[in-house]
């Protein structure tokens, strides 16, 4: 595992929830870092990304306005605050991470992942 994805759980619909993602090994300083999910049955999409500046974020359309990500390299670590969470909003979620200054929301332009992180939202 090259990243360590937590913070999932059964929550309620309206809930938050914040997910961690920690670097083991790593220096995550240099990674551009996003988060991708997988609903049961379906592909794995695009959720949020932020540069390695965290200047730059971008979101999912269906997750704007609900979402954050945010960075803190000094705890080697990504979040994604989730806010008014939505039964939609079930997947397993993993944080994903690529060597370079801008931000990605393809899967293959990401080289490093996590274990993945199951969010429930109940209705």
């Known amino acids: 595992v090259q990243l360590q994805a937590s913070g999932g759980g059964l929550v309620r619909a309206g809930a938050y929830r914040r997910l961690s993602c920690a670097a083991p090994g790593r220096t995550i300083s240099r990674y551009a870092l996003g988060w991708f999910r997988r609903a049961s049955g379906r592909e794995r999409e695009f959720v949020a990304a932020i540069s390695r500046s965290g200047e730059t974020r971008y979101y999912e359309e269906a997750v704007k306005g609900r979402f954050a990500i945010s960075r803190d390299d000094a705890r080697n670590t990504v979040y994604l605050q989730m806010n008014n969470l939505k039964p939609d909003d079930t997947a397993v979620y993993y944080c994903?991470?690529?060597?370079?200054?801008?931000?990605?929301?393809?899967?293959?332009?990401?080289?490093?992942w996590g274990q993945g992180t199951q969010v429930t939202v109940s209705s």
């Open positions: 994903a991470g690529v060597l370079s200054s801008g931000y990605y929301i393809e899967e293959a332009d990401y080289d490093v």
